[in-house]
């Protein structure tokens, strides 16, 4: 019996990137209908953190503290295990790192600069990390770049994100890349990575291109 209740309170987030509804292989061409040519991924990676389970009257009925790096390589980050909680009608969480925790500078675990996400100290933490090559940007290799963070006004790219849940157990949280990359137009936009007013508009289209999978 105290197998069954350990799994009720645990809650897993699955988060899953797709382009055309499919889900993506790193470094493998796909076809997009905007730009008539082929896309691919070569690099994605961001924090997600202070995740937060909340009722609908927005009381907090738990809240894990802290940031998770999601690595497209590493597949065993993909999945996060939490406290869950059945009361919970509302699920809310970051993308990206907080003004406070960049000011404390470069941290350990997820947050350690080996993992490629930092900056500077001036700079902070990256968020979110979008590489890939299409025929339409007209760079090296054709490559285009998208390193986005900020946590110094004007340039704050930190993004919070809410959806409501009926599944307690198990939560699939959809980056459609797809969508993300009609907001873009690689011919002209291929490259951001520095804090600037378009790495905060790009972070909000990515926040915007997250959907809740209910199964």
Known sequence: MHHALSQQNTTKINFICTFNKEEIKLNQNYYSDVIKDSIQFTVLKFYVGNI???????????????????????????????????KASKISFTLGVDSLTNNSGAMGGDLDPTKGMYWTWQSGYINFKLEGKSPVCKTRKNEFTFHLGGYQEPFYAMQSLSFFITDKQEINLILDLNQLMQEIDLSKQNQIMSPSEGAVNLSKIVAASFKISEH
């Open 52 to 86: 937060c389970f909340s009722s609908v009257e927005q009381e907090v009925i738990s809240l894990t503290e802290g940031y998770h790096l999601i690595d497209w390589e590493e597949e065993s980050t993909r999945s996060l295990l939490i406290p869950g909680n059945d």
